[in-house]
């Protein structure tokens, strides 16, 4: 989408995919919950201020795909853009090695999912604002 190389939009849609990749990660640990020495991950947390920063960084070191000729569509990558990591929690470990605590997953699955509410909300209000500022209806 054009409208996708706007700053504002593109760190929405940054933040989206962080959310939508911590998303998987949380539903991996609920699903291990129960693993023999399965270790809880989570994402390193990103701030909105280290995606405006790497927004502004964009331009010089970009890694989207290279287009060869004007008639070939952008595309996209879709590798995973954000660094998971270990979460040790002491005294969490079971008696088998397994450190996930459900509880704690779907806590954290919660607050995900009403971050990305959120943020999707923000990212439809300025494509409304965008649409009205082009003179077509808000709605």
């Not at 760190?11 to 911590?22: E, F, I, M, P």
């Not at 397994?98 to 971050?115: F, H, I, P, Y």
Request: glycine share 6%; charged share 20%.
């Amino acid at each position: 989408m054009i409208l996708n190389n706007l700053p504002i939009l593109s760190v929405l849609s940054k933040k989206l995919s962080w959310l939508t990749q911590r998303t998987e990660v949380l539903a991996q640990n609920v699903a291990n919950a129960d693993t023999p020495g399965f270790k809880a991950r989570d994402l390193k947390e990103v701030t909105f201020s280290q995606l405006v920063s790497r927004e502004r960084g964009l331009a010089a070191t970009t890694n989207a795909p290279r287009v060869t000729n004007p008639a070939h569509l952008q595309g996209t990558i879709s590798v995973r853009q954000f660094r998971e990591e270990k979460v040790p929690d002491p005294g969490s470990a079971s008696f088998n090695g397994n450190t996930v605590s459900a509880e704690q997953q779907l806590l954290k699955l919660g607050a995900t999912q009403a971050t990305q509410q959120l943020t999707l909300n923000l990212y439809r209000k300025h494509l409304s604002m965008m649409r009205v500022a082009i003179g077509r209806n808000g709605g």
